[in-house]
């Protein structure tokens, strides 16, 4: 994801929140009146209550300072001290983080940003995207959007954890592990970069972690899956086991299904999902995790595919994926510009759905839904996504707590992905039913992309050419009835 800027319905709603949260900073009042309360228990000082709400109220005056000023809560940029490992151009590669003294909890994050396969497709990404290739132009710090948000609002989960976003420069999916030399135009080194990164965090507070998450979005996503069993070897190999390594793939869970119209190779986007990753992993040298190579041997590109690597993994690992990844349907040649889509094309879209949904039967803890869109962890909205009326940041608690609970009954590691005993109140197979995109009500606000209008789902099934009638027969409905569902999204 985030690479070639794909013709497609982009959702409107998160754009419009973030550029008023950057003006202004919410005043105080809103702050304390924040989605959770904390019951305070009163029977101690009924006989004092007016001290009691004496020191309530300084308290409230020494606090209210940091809140209505800006803290310095930006992710700062630190270059590799191993000059070796870097970047595709030789540049040295790097990571931003944003520290949390007080917290056990780290989340390394992989940037996306596709991938390219060849000299002709790397060239071409270095003419138009050189940040995803070298770190000549980084800025010197970042702001954490989503999960990586310190802002309680925005990241209920996790917003007071140690967060470190690893910039995307290695083009490879975060699987090579090829330095740059005479003969090679390119250095391949993205899961070099992640042990790099990993080996001088040991010096910065990682060592006495309980938990390091490792998360991504797109490519990043995918590389969660090449390499979290990696980290958590890196990290026991070195002696530091009380360190649970968990994964969290955003929106990498891609299918190596056929295209709906065959096209030949010549560039990233229009280069079939296991074709490019062929090309791909001989020019990277990329490396997969061993026990998904020795179940592939020959055919390591499979790896690179969620539901054949998921399997072989040792770490428990969270999936976070749209059932209509727009990534997903540009590499099958489905491009929703205005024109409304062929009756092919709609069949197309909602079979693809159903092969998403399939391959996720057997994964113990995923959030999946019906939306057409693309990346879901670092958007500021993610929290208002639903599927059975549960968020994302609360399935992930649910998930958190799911291990915990293991941990306690069970501290051979090799069972924890399988075991998900019941937590009251916690699901953690959310996954959506309904068949078309959009069929979630709170799934991201759709726009036409010529008037910038945000359009109603029965707009935008219009807009792609859906025929209710038609619909309404296939599903054996009144037309009358379905139309009902859809405005409630059910």
Not at 152 to 179: M, R
Not at 427 to 449: A, E, F, V
């Amino acid at each position: 994801g985030g690479g070639p800027q794909i013709n497609s319905l982009r959702g409107g709603r998160a754009q419009t929140r973030r550029v008023q949260q950057q003006q202004t900073p919410p005043p105080y009042r809103e702050r304390v009146e924040g989605a959770e309360s904390f019951p305070l228990d009163f029977t101690a000082v009924e006989g004092n209550m007016d001290n009691f709400v004496v020191q309530i109220k300084n308290l409230a005056q020494s606090l209210y300072p940091c809140s209505a000023q800006k803290l310095d809560q930006d992710m700062k940029l630190h270059f590799l001290k191993n000059v070796s490992v870097t970047c595709n151009d030789g540049s040295p590669a790097g990571y931003y983080i944003k520290e949390s003294k007080g917290s056990k909890r780290w989340l390394l994050f992989l940037e996306g940003g596709w991938y390219c396969f060849d000299s002709q497709t790397c060239e071409s990404r270095y003419e138009t995207m050189r940040r995803l290739m070298s770190s000549t132009k980084w800025p010197l710090t970042r702001t954490g959007r989503g999960i990586l948000s310190p802002q309680p609002e925005e990241n209920p989960h996790w917003w007071n954890a140690n967060v470190v976003f690893i910039p995307y420069c290695s083009s490879d999916v975060w699987s090579g592990a090829t330095p740059k030399t005479d003969q090679s135009d390119y250095a391949f080194m993205g899961s070099l970069i992640i042990k790099e990164v990993v080996n001088e965090l040991l010096t910065k507070g990682l060592e006495n972690a309980k938990v390091l998450l490792l998360a991504g979005s797109s490519a990043g996503g995918t590389g969660v899956l090449l390499n979290v069993d990696q980290v958590a070897e890196q990290l026991e190999a070195q002696g530091y086991t009380g360190v649970q390594v968990r994964g969290l793939a955003d929106s990498g869970w891609f299918l190596d299904n056929k295209q709906y119209k065959f096209t030949d190779c010549l560039d990233t986007i229009s280069c079939a999902p296991t074709e490019a990753i062929k090309r791909g992993i001989r020019y990277w040298g990329g490396l997969v995790p061993e026990s998904c190579r020795q179940a592939h041997v020959g055919e390591e590109w499979n790896c690179f595919f969620g539901y054949k690597v998921y399997p072989t993994l040792k770490s428990p690992v969270f999936v976070a994926q749209w059932l209509f990844d727009e990534a997903q349907l540009t590499v099958d040649n489905i491009h929703l510009t205005g024109q409304p889509i062929h009756e092919g094309q709609w069949r197309y879209i909602q079979k693809l759905g159903q092969e998403l949904r399939h391959t996720l039967r057997d994964v113990t803890a995923m959030f999946a839904p019906a939306c057409l869109s693309h990346e879901l962890i670092t958007r500021a909205d993610w929290t208002d996504i639903r599927v059975k009326g549960i968020s994302l940041p609360r399935a992930l608690h649910c998930w958190d707590r799911s291990l915990h609970h293991n941990l306690h009954i069970n501290s051979s590691h090799s069972h924890q992905k399988h075991m998900t005993p019941p937590v009251r109140g916690c699901l953690l197979q959310l996954i959506d039913s309904c068949p078309w995109p959009h069929c979630n009500p709170s799934c991201p606000t759709i726009r036409d992309q010529l008037t910038g209008q945000e359009m109603s789902v029965i707009q935008f099934l219009k807009h792609m050419g859906f025929d209710v009638q038609k619909m309404a027969q296939q599903q054996g409905m009144e037309p009358k009835k379905l139309l009902g569902m859809l405005n409630n999204g059910n």
